[in-house]
T-cell receptor, first 114, second 110 residues
Framework: DAGVIQSPRHEVTEMGQEVTLRCKPI?????LFWYRQTMMRGLELLIY????????DSGMPEDRFSAKMPNASFSTLKIQPSEPRDSAVYFC????????????FGEGSWLTVV | EDQVTQSPEALRLQEGESSSLNCSYT??????LFWYRQDPGKGPEFLFT???AGEEKEKERLKATLTKKESFLHITAPKPEDSATYLC???????????FGSGTRLQVQP
């Protein structure tokens, strides 16, 4: 079975540019999560969706960040404009609403803003 | 606010040298405690979920245990392929998202 699929795997962009990260959750999973990982702060929740509806976006750093889930099989995380401090690994994860609540992670999108 | 503290930050073992990793947590209501393994350049890989104090789960050389305030990941006779960062996370009864600790970097030398 295919796991959580993220794209791009690596992106290098210049400060001020728009960045869009994409995620395809595991088929049948109802919850989708965006996490950010840095050496200093570890894994931090940015936002999560249940049944395509944003439930908790308290981790979104500021208005430059936005996330959408237009349907059950696709989500985007957008940063506009990007700044060097946004450099991190961004993980998408998904979970079924039942079956023990296990959350499965993708391989991450490595973002470098120069 | 949920909090998770892992210790030690880093651990170096010789192959075959058993040890334990600690995860202390504070949560208003525990729905589950999760252990993940993360290899460099990869996403966290699920290992275990524990739901109540006294519960234990095993997988190969790993055994996870849970009390009301902490969890331990015991590694018995580790091999070099067990080298990774081990992450602990809690899920509060009030939300589905996980709160992670900062992890323990384990290196097993042959």
């Amino acid at each position: 079975d295919a796991g959580v699929i993220q794209s791009p795997r690596h992106e290098v962009t210049e400060m001020g540019q728009e960045v869009t990260l994409r995620c395809k959750p595991i088929s049948g999973h109802n919850s989708l999560f965006w996490y950010r990982q840095t050496m200093m702060r570890g894994l931090e929740l940015l936002i999560y969706f249940n049944n395509n509806v944003p439930i908790d976006d308290s981790g979104m750093p500021e208005d430059r960040f936005s996330a959408k889930m237009p349907n059950a099989s696709f989500s985007t995380l957008k940063i506009q404009p990007s700044e060097p401090r946004d450099s991190a690994v961004y993980f998408c994860a998904s979970s079924p609403l039942s079956s023990g609540n296990t959350i499965y992670f993708g391989e991450g999108s490595w973002l470098t803003v120069v | 606010e949920d909090q998770v503290t892992q210790s030690p930050e880093a651990l170096r073992l010789q192959e075959g040298e058993s040890s334990s990793l600690n995860c202390s947590y504070t949560v208003s209501g525990l729905r589950g405690l999760f252990w993940y393994r993360q290899d460099p350049g990869k996403g966290p890989e699920f290992l275990f979920t524990l739901y109540s104090a006294g519960e234990e789960k095993e997988k190969e050389r790993l055994k996870a245990t849970l009390t009301k305030k902490e969890s331990f990941l015991h590694i018995t006779a580790p091999k070099p392929e067990d080298s990774a960062t081990y992450l602990c996370a809690v899920q509060d009864t009030g939300r589905r998202a996980l709160t992670f600790g900062s992890g323990t970097r384990l290196q097993v030398q042959p």
